[in-house]
């Protein structure tokens, strides 16, 4: 085995016990902005301070939708539905060599973590058919939540994208 793929599979390992990424310079995650009736689920992150939607990192054995539906319930306990179509030759997953149509995301987008690691963020729309969150088992993912209607949004300090991504999502989704 060459010394990268080793330095690879070691990342992994290391990854799955204790470190938040999977790869060296840039990670896949996923951002869901959910949903429920006229209003729109904000959630205060642990280290950073700052409002954003609830979300987390791909993980190696999942697709976008998967790592959006797992994230939105180790942290809020919701059950979502991702808006969306994933367009494509119906019902031939079979013969298709297994290749699975995706809902694409709403917006993507790249940004540092730190001077040596990004984040490519693949950002989705949700409806959520309750408001009841959950408290998560997991102390890393215990964060203050709020669900927030436009008006209050107005209000609120955010940052560029996020304000951009709540309001076009409840622009969309509200009822």
Known sequence: ??????????????????????????????EVFIVHKNKLLLRMHDKHKIWLSVGGHIELDEDPIQAAIREVKEEVGLDITIVGVADGIKDQEEINRGYKYLIPPRYMGRHPVSHTHEHIALTYFATADSDAITEPTSAHEKSETRWVTKEELATMDLVPNIRFYAEEALKELAK
């Open 1 to 30: 085995m060459i010394r990268a793929e080793m330095v690879q599979i070691v990342n992994v390992l290391i990854y799955k016990n204790s470190m938040p990424h999977i790869h060296d310079k840039i990670d896949f995650t996923v």
